[in-house]
Structures are given as structure tokens and as C-alpha cells.
């Protein structure tokens, strides 16, 4: 049951991974080209972007701008920040797209699942009952009934929005 209780694991970033570098790192320096890269909104100490390959429509992940591989070595801004944007994402996905339910996760470590271990990050997905059995059936095939760049918008507008009114206030 364990692809049931972390789905993410086998899905990794792997698109334009430069040799011996870091992914996460590159993202969140590479400030102009947010749409190609689908980075859905970027705070004071962390940013959010989708899975390049998710598990259900909507998949995201909160990732710091530190390179760190451990909670514990991140500070306490950027871990609570970290948490203001996953509540900020589980409304997002429940206003667009209404899951009934909805998983976060983080693996730390290479042996827990992590397909960047350096590098935290938080997973943010929605759920469907059935979506497991089905995402199983097909394997790695990416067949999703929305494109990235749609789900990009969507999101990418949902939190300009929070931004720009009470997210800002409870900084
Ligand atoms: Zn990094």
C-alpha cells in the first residue's frame, strides 16, 4: 500500500536537470521564466510550482529557496512560511478542483522516497477515491484530464489573488 500513502515517490523531477546540480536550486533562481517552468507563486522564503509529472491533477510542491535536506536545517521563517503556503494550496485545490480529499508528504532522505534528497520539499496533491488503481494501471504514462500549462494558470491566479489581499496581512 505504500504507493497509496506517498503516490509522489516514484515521480521525479527529471526535465531539464542540469549534470550535478540542483533542480530545486536552479528553479528558484531562474526568476524569469516562472511559466515554462510552472512556478505557480514565489514568497519571501519559499515558491511553489507543479510536479512535472503528477499524480492527479493539481499536484504541487512548496519548495524553499534554501538549499537544505532537512526541516531542522531550515529556519523557522521558512518552515512556517512553508506551512501558510500549503494551507494556501489546499484551498486553492478545494476551489478549483474539489477533491474529496487531498495528501502532503515529504520524504527525507533518498531511502524514504525522495527523488531530490538535497533539497526539501513539500508535496501537495489532491485525491480521488479509484485515482491509485487507476494510476497503477497505466504506470508511468502521463494521461491527466488537464494540461500543465492550464493548471498553471488556474493556480498561478488563485494565489496572485491571496497575495495581493489577506495573505499579505497575515505575513
Ligand atoms: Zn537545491
Known amino acids: 500500500m505504500d504507493h497509496i500513502w506517498s503516490p509522489w515517490r516514484y515521480r521525479f523531477i527529471t526535465e531539464g536537470s542540469p549534470k550535478g546540480g540542483c533542480v530545486f536550486c536552479r528553479l528558484a533562481e531562474d526568476t524569469a521564466n516562472d511559466e515554462s517552468n510552472f512556478v505557480v507563486h514565489r514568497a519571501a522564503k519559499n515558491f511553489v510550482i507543479l510536479n512535472l509529472y503528477p499524480y492527479t491533477c493539481g499536484h504541487m510542491m512548496v519548495v524553499p529557496y534554501a538549499h537544505v535536506s532537512k526541516l531542522g536545517a531550515a529556519d523557522e521563517e521558512t518552515?512556517?512560511?512553508?506551512?501558510?503556503?500549503?494551507?494556501?494550496?489546499?484551498?486553492?485545490l478545494e476551489g478549483l478542483y474539489h477533491p474529496p480529499g487531498i495528501n502532503l508528504g515529504m520524504n527525507i532522505g533518498a531511502a524514504a522516497g525522495a527523488g531530490i534528497a538535497d533539497h526539501i520539499h513539500m508535496h501537495v496533491l489532491p485525491r480521488w477515491m479509484g485515482d491509485a488503481n487507476f494510476l497503477s494501471t497505466i504506470g508511468e504514462t502521463r494521461i491527466l484530464p488537464e494540461e500543465l500549462p492550464v493548471t498553471w494558470s488556474r493556480l498561478r491566479e488563485f494565489f496572485s489573488a491571496q497575495t495581493s489581499s489577506s495573505y499579505n496581512k497575515s505575513l
Open 79 to 92: 518552515t512556517s512560511e512553508m506551512m501558510r503556503l500549503v494551507r494556501l494550496a489546499e484551498t486553492a
